[in-house]
């Protein structure tokens, strides 16, 4: 599950102009966990006016799907703004859905660097590690993010198919599906996924 869209609606990257100093500030960057609601994280970033223009422009163009010019616009944020996380989670979800999964980590890792307790980072790491084969990295990624922030539902249902279609482990499917079914109320594939995997464990509802 690629989760653009969530970064985009939980993120607010706040790219503010540059002020006049003989020492370059650095970003900062503030996670609020509400969890009963969500989380927030924001980011201030000196940058000029070109790089929020361009940052602007290239997640519209990454919406409308085009990932070649979109990575572009983004790759000179990114260089405009090194120590900024955003535009480097970006740029890894962007290469992730164009299909280049060395480069996506890549990114994702640069943004793990600048915000160590990131969960969409931990969460996109997990699902290239799952893509790539390294499944134990991934269910480490998962559940990462979730320690930061339980109430992830995103990571909270990949954890769950992680656990039922690649590591065999039905306890920890179960519990990931059931947690997520209890925040995304109504989910029909989640629903019969507990179903299934109830009917295997052999346990009644």
């Known amino acids: 599950m690629i989760a653009r869209s969530v970064f985009l609606l939980l993120t607010g990257l706040l790219l503010a102009a540059c002020a006049t100093t003989t020492q370059k500030p650095r970003p900062t960057s503030r996670i609020d966990v509400q969890e009963n609601v969500g989380f927030t994280i924001t980011e ?11 940052y602007s422009q290239a997640i519209a163009q990454l919406e409308d799907g085009n990932h070649a010019s ?4 983004l790759t000179r944020v990114a260089e405009a703004a090194p120590d900024t996380t955003g535009p480097r989670i970006d740029l890894g979800i962007a290469e992730h859905e164009a299909g280049n999964l060395e480069a996506a980590e890549k990114h994702l890792l640069k943004a793990l660097e600048l915000t160590p307790d990131h969960p969409v980072v931990h969460n996109e790491l997990g699902i290239v590690y799952r893509k790539t ?10 559940e990462t ?15 769950g198919v992680l ?4 590591l065999g482990d039905l306890d920890c499917a179960l519990e990931a599906y059931s947690a997520y ?7 029909p594939e989640a629903t019969m996924w507990i179903a299934d995997i109830r009917n295997r464990l052999g346990v009644q509802e």
Do not use: K, W
Request: contains cysteine.
């Open 44 to 54: 201030a970033s000196p940058v000029n006016d070109r790089a929020r223009l361009q």
């Open 70 to 73: 979109g990575i572009a616009m």
């Open 133 to 142: 084969g390294r499944f134990t990295e991934a269910r480490n990624a998962y």
């Open 145 to 159: 993010a979730l320690s930061i922030f339980p109430g992830y539902h995103h990571a909270r249902r990949n954890l």
């Open 163 to 166: 656990c039922d279609l690649y």
């Open 181 to 187: 079914l209890a925040t995304v109320r109504g989910d």
